[in-house]
C-alpha cells in the first residue's frame, strides 16, 4: 500500500526566504505527483503536476522536483510571501486514471 | 480547469439520519472522484464514480454506507448514510477533465453529525 509522508508537518519563515517542502513515497511505480495548496476552510488548488517521466515543474515561484526512484519530491518556494501561508500537500497517482494517495501535508505560515 | 460546485457547502445532521452531497462540474470530464477529510487529517479516497455503473471503492468503503451515483460526464451525487459522529469530514468531489491530467477540487463539503 503506497505511504506518502511529508517533511516538516509545520513551517514557520520570515517573508522572503527561500524554502523547501519535502515528500517522500514508499512505492516509487507511480504514474504521477502533483502538489496542492489547501487555505483554512476551502477546497484544494493544484499547484504543479509531475509526470513520472520528468524530472520537474515550474510555476512563477514554485519548483518541484521528482526522483521516482529514490520516492522523493520537494516544493521549492522562492521569496516567500505571507500569501503563501496554506497548508501544502502532495499526493501520488499509481494510474493515469486513478485518484492519488495523499500525504499529510506541511502546514506553512510566513511571517510579515 | 474544470468548475466545480458542491451542494451544501456545510450541513449539520443528526445521528442516524442520511444526507447526500451534490458536484456539479461546467463541462464534461473523463473521471470524477470522492474524497474523506477527517478532522486534522489529510484526504482519503472513498471511490471512483463511474458513469453508468457501480462506483468503485477503496478499501474500508462500502456502497452501502457511501451509494454513489453518476449520471452523466457533469454530475455526481455522495450520500453518507446512516450518520454517526465519526462521519463528521469534509466530503470533497474531485475530477480528471483529461486522461492523464491533474486533478481538480471542489470547495468541499464540510459535514457535522451530532
Known amino acids: 500500500k503506497q505511504e506518502v509522508t511529508q517533511i516538516p508537518a509545520a513551517l514557520s519563515v520570515p517573508e522572503g526566504e527561500n524554502l523547501v517542502l519535502n515528500c517522500s513515497f514508499t512505492?516509487?511505480?507511480?504514474?504521477?505527483l502533483q502538489w496542492f495548496r489547501q487555505d483554512p476552510g476551502k477546497g484544494l488548488t493544484s499547484l504543479l503536476l509531475?509526470?513520472?517521466?520528468?524530472r520537474e515543474q515550474t510555476s512563477g515561484r514554485l519548483n518541484a522536483s521528482l526522483d521516482k526512484s529514490s520516492g522523493r519530491s520537494t516544493l521549492y518556494i522562492a521569496a516567500s510571501q505571507p500569501g503563501d501561508s496554506a497548508t501544502y500537500l502532495c499526493?501520488?497517482?499509481?494510474?493515469?486514471?486513478?485518484?492519488?494517495?495523499f500525504g499529510k501535508g506541511t502546514h506553512l505560515i510566513i511571517q510579515p | 480547469s474544470a468548475v466545480i460546485s458542491q451542494k451544501p457547502s456545510r450541513d449539520i445532521c443528526q445521528r442516524g439520519t442520511s444526507l447526500t452531497i451534490q458536484c456539479q462540474v461546467d463541462?464534461?470530464?473523463?473521471?470524477m472522484f470522492w474524497y474523506r477529510q477527517q478532522p486534522g487529517q489529510s484526504l482519503t479516497l472513498i471511490a471512483t464514480?463511474?458513469?453508468?455503473?457501480?462506483?468503485?471503492?477503496e478499501s474500508g468503503f462500502v456502497i452501502d454506507k457511501f451509494p454513489i451515483s453518476r449520471p452523466n460526464l457533469t454530475f455526481s451525487t455522495l450520500t453518507v448514510s446512516n450518520m454517526s459522529p465519526e462521519d463528521s469530514s469534509i466530503y470533497l468531489c474531485?475530477?480528471?477533465?483529461?486522461?492523464?491530467?491533474?486533478?481538480?477540487f471542489g470547495e468541499g463539503s464540510r459535514l457535522t453529525v451530532l
Open positions: 474531485s475530477v480528471r477533465d483529461r486522461v492523464p491530467g491533474e486533478l481538480f
Open positions: 512505492d516509487s511505480a507511480i504514474y504521477n
Open positions: 509531475i509526470q513520472s517521466s520528468q
Open positions: 499526493a501520488v497517482s499509481r494510474g493515469g486514471a486513478d485518484g492519488l494517495t
Open positions: 463541462s464534461q470530464v473523463t473521471m
Open positions: 464514480a463511474n458513469q453508468g455503473s457501480e462506483a468503485t471503492y
